[in-house]
């Protein structure tokens, strides 16, 4: 079973508008990773919060985590109509025996940026 | 440096039949991961490889199956197809020998089970 939820399911901003995009999760993470995916092709890297950092920032994009809550936030500054895509959350959760190489992802944010 | 590779890009079977997919990670990298992706369920983590060794396995049947050889190259395979085999396939690479990382995806494998 997926480990992230997001809201909005979908969302739609002008461009130039801010988008704001929630993630919860369930279980004690290692970190937690956001990435976007247009149409249906490969997912591609945005950022990755460590579970002992509170707010991270790449460019335009800001990533906050609450662990007491646990979740997180993913907010994209000045939209682009190029930021029209879906994003995903993802979870590298903390377990006894170890956790390789699985993120469990979220069911995603659809955005879309009107020019 | 490449991204990570994967082929086909477009697969086309019938019930009952089986596939070979083929992921090329990123060189130097060790860690291969591979998820399913499809409308309904999401994306969902199938299994890892580092080293040519299975070290994390998602809730998937028997029937979906993965090796990893010497140059750190993926396959995975899945036998006796099902139409809800149908899917996204998409493998990422890491160069993390721990723990899930920054994970590099390629541009997916899209499999139709007719």
């Known amino acids: 079973s997926q480990q992230g939820e997001e809201d909005p399911q979908a969302l739609s901003i002008q461009e130039g508008e801010n988008a704001t995009m929630n993630c919860s999760y369930k279980?004690?993470?290692?970190?937690l990773q956001w990435y976007r995916q247009n149409s249906g092709r490969g997912l591609v890297h945005l950022i990755l919060?460590?579970?002992?950092?509170r707010e991270k920032h790449s460019g335009r994009l800001r990533v906050t985590l609450d662990t007491s809550k646990k979740s997180s936030s993913l907010l994209i500054t000045a939209s682009r109509a190029a930021d029209t895509a879906s994003y995903f959350c993802?979870?590298?959760?903390?377990?006894?025996?170890?956790?390789?190489?699985?993120?469990?992802f979220g069911q995603g944010t659809t955005l879309q940026v009107k020019p | 440096k490449a991204g990570v590779t994967q082929t086909p890009r477009y697969l086309i079977k019938t019930r009952g039949q089986q596939v070979t997919l083929s992921c090329s990670p990123i060189?130097?990298?060790?860690?291969v991961s591979w998820y399913q992706q499809t409308p309904g369920q999401g994306l969902q983590f199938l299994f890892e490889?580092?080293?040519?060794?299975?070290?994390n396995k998602g809730n998937f049947p028997g029937r979906f199956s993965g090796r990893q050889f010497s140059n750190s190259r993926s396959e995975m395979n899945v036998s006796t197809l099902e139409l809800g085999d149908s899917a996204l396939y998409l493998c990422?690479?890491?160069?993390?020998?721990?723990?899930?990382?920054?994970?590099?995806f390629g541009p997916g494998t899209r499999l139709t089970v007719l």
């Open positions: 060189s130097g990298h060790r860690s």
């Open positions: 279980t004690s993470i290692n970190n």
């Open positions: 490889y580092f080293s040519e060794t299975q070290r």
């Open positions: 993802a979870t590298d959760y903390r377990a006894q025996s170890g956790n390789t190489g699985k993120l469990i």
């Open positions: 919060i460590r579970s002992n950092e």
């Open positions: 990422a690479s890491s160069s993390s020998s721990g723990g899930a990382h920054e994970q590099f």
